[in-house]
């Protein structure tokens, strides 16, 4: 491997190596800030197992590198938080694997192999005991730290809204970033009212 820095202008590159025909007339342009870059030579009957993510950065991806064809290659996937593992794909957009880990037998050719990943998602649950109804979406899917949409607990007559089964008396209530899935339950309790009764007069009250 050889590493080169390269500042903005225009190359052309003649590489040559033991095993390998040379590479000429290798020519690209460097734009606005220097660029460091990797030459790669590889014996013959090696090939490059270059391994992507897809989105970037929702996973680590191991065993790429230089192998002989037939070889067979440990490939593993681990996904960052609040994401999980869906696929691995080849250059085709095939998919060779749904498992994160695997063997890879190296082909007769240069590979790019591509980890796929998603948000993991939640649902949020909302419930409403007797003597009230709910507002809003009561059933949400929701991806890893994103946000839910309001619900708001509606007491019946002569009721009021009297909590969340939390403990959070927020209402109309929206949960954010969330991270896990989510049950919760309003509650209502019946109105009660001071009765205050006055006499005039010589008029007793019993």
Aim: cysteine-free; glycine content about 8%; hydrophobic content about 35%.
């Amino acid at each position: 491997v050889a590493t080169i820095e390269l500042f903005p202008g225009t190359y052309t590159f003649d590489a040559y190596a033991e095993y390998l025909f040379p590479m000429t007339g290798l020519s690209f342009t460097v734009e606005d800030e220097p660029l460091t870059v990797e030459v790669i030579f590889a014996q013959d009957g090696m090939y490059l197992l270059s391994l992507a993510v897809n989105p970037a950065n929702s996973g680590v991806v191991t065993g790429g590198g230089i192998y002989v064809d037939g070889t067979l290659v440990d490939i593993t996937a681990l996904p960052t938080t609040g994401y999980e593992f869906v696929s691995w794909t080849d250059h085709n957009s095939t998919v060779i694997s749904d498992q994160p880990d695997f063997q890879y037998t190296m082909p007769e050719h240069h590979v790019t192999l591509t980890a796929h990943f998603e948000l993991i998602t939640y649902t949020l649950s909302y419930l409403a005991e007797n003597n009230g109804t709910l507002e809003g979406e009561t059933n949400q899917t929701v991806s890893h730290g994103h946000d839910g949409t309001p619900v708001t607990a509606v007491p019946d007559m002569g009721y009021h809204f009297l909590s969340w089964s939390d403990d959070t008396a927020e209402n109309p209530r929206t949960d954010m970033n969330i991270t896990d899935n989510l049950e919760v339950t309003a509650y209502f309790a019946l109105n009660v009212y001071d009765l205050v009764i006055t006499s005039e007069g010589m008029g007793d009250i019993f």
